[in-house]
């Protein structure tokens, strides 16, 4: 008998699932759930960086997607043999003691501050700001070593400290707190046992400061320091953890009836979006994945014996196992990347939406047309307008940093700038230059890792921006000066997590075996222009000084 497996990817604004043949990688079906009342920016506050997101859309949209692709497929239920969840992260959840989600309970069932806490949530920066201080001068272990040497507000730990403090009655309410892929992995399980039940590596080490080299999370003398709190939720959290070729469990009674499946189906061990992307992309030693969308992840593996006893400074963690079993997986990446353009489209929007959108001359049909022309049409149009423009014009600089900065070393009280505007910059021109800013960004990430030690040879795109643009790949590639491959899969992350969840299921002996055969082939390469290379180099030593300046003077501001 055929086996399949189902990929199920949790974005930030959507779940995806892919249903795919374990033979040869083939997709049989998709589907994509739009959370509702993330729509609506329920819950969040963008105004002091709060992105909280309701379970409900989560749930709703799981028992959506698998329903859809087992339907479109018409596949035998018993020829599914594994799912395997990956989702965003650091992006953790208060549950009861029955498991529950607080928010699934009458009482808290409309507080933000019992919802799942959105990767890009930044309430907790102070709280951040306290764990890198304690980490340095409380004369134990520094547990954020392995976390780039500097904690961020993006955190498990930050996060749980910053809820408890503002919200008491979640505190007393809460049991444990769980990462969204041990959540949504531990609801289909048929292990409902709060202890045992097998976290993620991925999500343990890279954000929770879990490693094995001090038995697991950070000690009970430190977590005290920064709440008592925190070293009794400790006890109710986990010591172990595991990959995602691995069973957490097989699929429990309801869900297997609600989704039209077995109980026999293996429910791997969770994991997060961009390192499942990365597998999804055959990431190999040496190679640079970027998932580009609204912000970025770039993932790394590497043999122990190339890191050796490195540190690699001011990333998002280096972690045993957590994308390849058997390497070590290096995390970083950009707070906002599509997110820096989709700004700017907002900031250009306003008179549209005012103005155009409110006038009485034209017809509310002509209105929904017009919106619809505009959305399909703005981004490109201003690429067209962008590419355009001669190397050699006048741009302005800008800084990636609308949403603080993930790494190098993490500071989420940064804010972006803009230089260089003159009577002749167009909107074109100012699109162009947010455009660089993000490319340079992403040179800065690739210099601290080959600084480390960490060799780059090739850089692999994955995500809607990595295809859709052709504009923003030729840039990224002029500035890095490399070759940079684009992933054919539009569902990189989930086709990663259809390919553990092959493992898990028994198809395959190893990840990386079962990479080679089900992973993205590649649609499109682009190589650097030597002309533009020479230019970006200029612009590249622009963006330094201006971020310098920016970093320099917020620190002056905050003493």
């Known amino acids: 008998m055929k086996t399949f497996v189902i990929g199920l990817d949790y974005g930030s604004d959507s779940v995806r699932a892919v249903l795919i043949d374990t033979n040869n990688g083939a997709e049989l079906a998709n589907e994509v759930f739009w959370y509702p009342r993330w729509k609506e920016q329920k819950y969040c506050n963008p105004g002091i960086n709060q ?19 087992i339907q479109q497929s018409e596949v035998a239920p018993e020829s599914v043999v594994s799912i395997c ?12 003691e029955q498991g529950i989600p607080l928010a699934m309970t009458k009482e808290f069932s409309e507080n933000p501050n019992a919802l799942m806490v959105l990767w890009k949530d930044h309430t907790a920066v102070k709280e951040a700001n306290e764990i890198n201080h304690l980490s340095k001068n409380w004369g134990g272990e520094d547990f954020t070593k392995y976390e780039g040497g500097i904690y961020s507000s993006e955190w498990f730990w930050a996060k749980i400290l910053h809820i408890i403090r503002v919200d008491e009655s979640v505190k007393n309410a809460t049991h444990t707190w769980m990462e969204h892929c041990d959540y949504m992995t531990y609801m289909l399980s048929d292990n409902n046992d ?87 992309a055959k990431i190999d030693q040496n190679t640079l994945v970027r998932v580009m969308g609204t912000s970025t992840c770039d993932i790394m593996v590497a043999d122990q014996a190339v890191v050796g006893n490195t540190c690699v400074k001011g990333i998002c963690g280096q972690v045993d196992g957590s994308v390849i079993p058997g390497f070590i997986g290096l995390e970083a990446g950009q707070s ?20 155009v959108m409110k006038s009485t001359i034209i017809s509310d049909q002509q209105k929904e047309e017009l919106a ?38 993490a500071n989420q009280e940064l804010k972006a700038a803009l230089s260089g505007i003159s009577l002749g910059t167009k909107a074109p021109h100012i699109f162009k230059a947010l455009v660089n800013a993000i490319c340079f960004g992403s040179k800065m990430i690739v210099d601290r890792f080959e600084s480390e030690g960490i060799r780059i040879r090739e850089v692999i795109g994955i995500g809607g921006v990595a295809r859709k643009s052709p504009f923003i790949m030729q840039t990224l590639s002029n500035v890095l000066n490399m070759p940079i491959k684009v992933a054919e899969s539009d569902q990189a992350p989930a086709l ?28 499109a390469e682009f190589f650097p222009q030597s002309i533009a290379v020479e230019a970006y180099q200029n612009y590249m030593q622009e963006y330094k000084s201006l971020a310098k300046f920016v970093e320099d003077n917020l620190k002056l501001k905050n003493q």
Request: charged fraction near 20%; include cysteine; proline fraction near 4%.
């Open 51 to 69: 992105f909280r997101q309701h379970p409900l859309d989560h749930i709703e949209g799981l028992e959506f997607v698998i329903t859809s692709v």
């Open 85 to 96: 969840v990956d989702t965003t992260g650091s992006s953790p959840l208060p549950l009861n």
């Open 194 to 280: 709060l202890k045992s039940f097998k976290r993620s590596r991925c999500a343990a080490g890279h954000k929770a400061m879990w490693h094995e080299s001090w038995g697991g999370l950070p000690s009970k003398d430190f977590l005290t320091q920064l709440d008592p709190y925190l070293a009794e939720l400790k006890d109710n959290l986990y010591q172990e953890t595991y990959t995602s070729n691995e069973i957490a469990g097989y699929l429990n009674e309801e869900w297997a009836a609600k989704l039209g499946l077995t109980t026999k189906t293996t429910i791997a061990v969770g994991t997060f979006d961009a390192h499942a992307g990365a597998v999804g």
């Open 336 to 355: 906002a990347f599509g997110d820096v353009l989709a700004w700017f489209k907002s900031v250009l929007d306003w008179p549209i939406d005012q103005l």
């Open 372 to 409: 619809a022309e505009i959305n399909q049409k703005f981004i490109r149009t201003l690429a067209e307008q962008a590419e355009k423009i001669p190397i050699d014009e006048a741009i302005p600089i800008a800084l990636d940093w609308v949403n603080g900065r993930r790494t190098p070393d």
């Open 496 to 523: 990663g997590a259809a390919i553990y969840a092959a493992v898990a299921g028994g198809a395959y002996e190893d990840v990386v075996s079962a990479s080679k055969i089900m992973g993205s082939d590649f649609e």
